[in-house]
């Protein structure tokens, strides 16, 4: 079983629809937990971190379910720029950074 | 704009060249990273650095030798590579190795070996 696993995609949705996506995790001593973002051909960029009490940044929503091990990014109002692979991150606490495959989101006009 | 570079932005060699792939950060952190990035696969942590010590050394193959002179600067030097070494190679940093969950990716060095 993957350490860090996310569906692929890609998903494509139109402007302005609400998206979600999912990782689960397999270590239960996981201990941090983020989302990156991957524009296409571009590097890796943090964009939030995940808490049990969910965390909303603007239109972005992210939460924990360490009961069940995953995690979940919702966008609201998707524009065009969300367009990028999303990508799930574990720490499993000093370097041991996981990171998932990642999600790809194609948002069309 | 990444405080992180890396160089060449693209790479090309044949399977019995020697070439070395640099990092530069200007951030002031203590902790470097190398990493392989393979078409639909995860990112592949390779090694690790802290304070130009090495922390991590993922079971990478010989053929990939880092070096860290200082903690500004990563070298990953490259020789008799196969065509399955062909990936995009991205190099990090962050604050401290407590901190790496915040890790400022450079742009990564696109390597085809022929």
């Known amino acids: 079983r993957k350490e860090v696993e996310q569906d692929p995609g890609p998903f494509n949705v139109p402007e302005g629809a609400t998206v979600a996506f999912n990782c689960t995790y397999s270590?239960?001593?996981?201990?941090?937990f983020f989302w990156y973002r991957q524009d296409c051909r571009k590097e890796p960029k943090l964009l939030m971190s995940?808490?049990?009490s969910g965390n909303e940044d603007g239109r972005f929503t992210a939460q924990l379910n360490r009961a069940s091990q995953y995690i979940s990014l919702l966008i609201r109002d998707s524009k065009l720029s969300d367009s990028a692979t999303y990508l799930c991150?574990?720490?499993?606490?000093?370097?041991?950074?996981?990171f998932g495959a990642g999600t790809r989101l194609f948002v069309k006009a | 704009e990444t405080g992180v570079t890396q160089t060449p932005r693209h790479l090309v060699m044949g399977m019995t060249n020697k070439k070395s792939l640099k990092c530069e950060q200007h951030l002031g952190h203590n902790a470097m990273y190398w990493y392989k990035q393979s078409a639909k696969k995860p990112l592949e942590l390779m090694f690790v650095?802290?304070?130009?010590?090495?922390?991590e050394n993922n079971s990478v193959p010989s053929r990939f030798s880092p070096e860290c002179p200082n903690s500004s600067h990563l070298f990953l030097h490259l020789h008799t590579l196969q065509p399955e070494d062909s990936a995009l190679y991205l190099c990090a940093s962050s604050p401290t190795l407590a901190d790496s969950y915040e890790q400022y990716f450079g742009p990564g060095t696109r390597l085809t070996v022929t």
């Open positions: 995940v808490y049990s």
């Open positions: 991150v574990v720490t499993l606490g000093g370097f041991k950074t996981i």
């Open positions: 270590n239960s001593a996981s201990q941090s």
């Open positions: 650095y802290s304070l130009e010590e090495r922390v």
